[in-house]
């Protein structure tokens, strides 16, 4: 709940209203995203396998075409992304178009893009990785397949589980960055501490320290990450084996 600083009680009303309006830029934004970043990551391979020789995916171009698909997702969604960032720790940004019309008219349309190097950067790490993890973990199958000889939903969900969290333990500080920088005017912080990735990194890291900084609120990643990103990517399968008719790896 939302304490109030007057009587200390909590505003219910006020809670379920921004939690309300944040929800609703969070998924106006993933779910865009979230159709992207698979449909690129596949249009990606398909690419890759029809100008290889032996039409086969290298460990390197799968990597690299879960990087390119995280990269032309949050490329095309970015600006939802720092709305979403400004509603969730300010109440004057309550509303995704007066949201967006109050940030282009104070600080331009540029401030759409603040903190897109790092996030660009992170998302390129972590689409590569846990777009690579997962399709090698179902191909290779460590824990064997069932009795019919098929992937069970289990070890989808476990080798999506263990892909997101892989990706996002190495991707984080850069998420960390990207979030800093996107809300760093909006409580009176001065931008020019915030202005560059460098510049960012330094001063959480100088100030808050690596771990109390860069990697703050990670433990809590390690519970919501894993799960939506297991969940994420074993309905694309299953979509897309309705679809195709194929395992997509």
Known sequence: AVVSTQSGHYDRGLYL???????????????PYAAISFMSNEHYKNWFRAHSRDRQLSHSKRFLS??????????????LEVIR??????????KIIPSLRKIIKNEGARSLYRGISPTLLGVSIYGGISFYTFGALKEWDPL???????????????YGAFAGLLGQS?????????????????KGDKLERYSTMRKT???????????????????????????????????????????AGKESY
């Open 66 to 79: 879960g990087s390119l698909a995280g990269l032309t997702a949050s490329t095309a969604t970015y600006g």
């Open 17 to 31: 209203s921004l939690s309300l309006s944040g929800n609703s830029a969070t998924m106006i934004r993933i779910m």
């Open 201 to 243: 990194m330094k001063h959480i890291a100088m100030n808050e320290g690596i771990r109390k900084g860069l990697y703050k609120g990670l433990s809590l990643n390690f519970i919501k990450g894993p799960i939506s990103s297991s969940i994420s990517y074993t309905v694309f399968d299953y979509v897309n084996h309705f679809f």
């Open 144 to 158: 064997g397949k069932d009795s019919l000889g098929e992937l069970s939903i289990r070890r989808r969900l476990l």
């Open 85 to 94: 960032s400004r509603m969730a720790i300010h109440h004057d940004y309550n």
């Open 170 to 186: 190495i991707s984080y500080p850069l998420d960390v960055t990207r979030r800093r920088m996107q809300t760093g005017g909006s």
